[in-house]
Nanobody, 119 residues
C-alpha cells in the first residue's frame, strides 16, 4: 500500500514562493507518475500538474503554467511542487497523488496540505 505525506504548506503573501513536498512510502516510487491537485473552498478538486515516472516529462494546468514547477528525487521517494508568484486564487488544500506508470487513474492520495495566500 502506497502512502503519501505532503508537507510545506502555510500562509504566505501575494507574490511569495512556497515549496511543497510529498514523500511516498510502501511502493516503487520510481515506477509511479506523481501528480498535484488542489481544492479550494466550495470548488471541485482540480489538476495542478504531474511528472511522469521517468522524471523527464511534466505537464501543468494553464492557471499555474510558468509559475509552478514539479520535480522529483527518486532517491528520496519525494516529489516537489515549487510555487512562485503566488496569488490569492492559489489558496487551496493541495493534494499529492500517485499512479502506476502507463495507467490513467491516480489510485493513491495524500491527506493534503493547506496553502493560503493573503492579498
Amino acid at each position: 500500500q502506497v502512502q503519501l505525506v505532503e508537507s510545506g504548506g502555510g500562509l504566505v503573501q501575494t507574490g511569495d514562493s512556497l515549496r511543497l513536498s510529498c514523500r511516498a512510502s510502501g511502493g516503487t516510487f520510481s515506477s509511479m507518475d506523481m501528480g498535484w491537485f488542489r481544492q479550494a473552498p466550495g470548488k471541485e478538486r482540480e489538476f495542478v500538474g504531474n511528472i511522469l515516472w521517468s522524471g523527464g516529462s511534466t505537464s501543468y494546468a494553464d492557471s499555474v503554467k510558468g509559475r509552478f514547477t514539479m520535480s522529483r528525487d527518486n532517491a528520496k521517494n519525494t516529489v516537489y511542487l515549487q510555487m512562485t508568484s503566488l496569488k490569492p486564487e492559489d489558496t487551496a488544500v493541495y493534494y499529492c497523488a500517485a499512479r502506476a506508470r502507463l495507467t490513467a487513474a491516480y489510485r493513491y492520495w495524500g491527506q493534503g496540505t493547506q496553502v493560503t495566500v493573503s492579498s
